[in-house]
Nanobody, 125 residues
């Protein structure tokens, strides 16, 4: 049984930093795609960052240069380092995963099989 558990969310002032973690059990983080999505109230869930089986990373334009996705294979954990946070980064952040042998990760939520429960990030002025 796959379980993804996010942590590290919280409240921070604009310009600050947070690091989100996603501890995985039942799914090896290097065995497929892993991604971070976010959903603000009244908005669609959107992809923020992805990391492929081979370690290739991709980012939404809105976070490029500010966010970094990484994984620790030994700890079987996915991370999202978020710097220079903006008000518009406020959202619930979700970790997602899917098994694949391809070195490609999709951008839509339907392409991911497993989801965490989410962790709230609130950025204030």
């Amino acid at each position: 049984q796959v379980q993804l558990v996010e942590s590290g969310g919280g409240s921070v002032q604009a310009g600050g930093s947070l690091r989100l973690s996603c501890a995985s059990s039942g799914f090896t983080v290097s065995s497929g795609c892993m991604g971070w999505f976010r959903q603000a109230p009244g908005k669609e869930r959107e992809v923020v960052a992805r990391i492929t089986r081979g370690g290739t990373t991709s980012y939404a334009d809105s976070v490029k240069g500010r966010f970094t996705i990484s994984r620790d294979n030994a700890k079987n954990t996915l991370y999202l380092q978020m710097n220079s946070l903006k008000l518009e980064d406020t959202a619930m952040y979700y970790c997602a995963a899917r098994y694949t042998r391809l070195d490609y990760c999709g951008v839509t939520r339907s392409e991911y099989n497993y989801w965490g429960q989410g962790t709230q990030v609130t950025v204030s002025s």
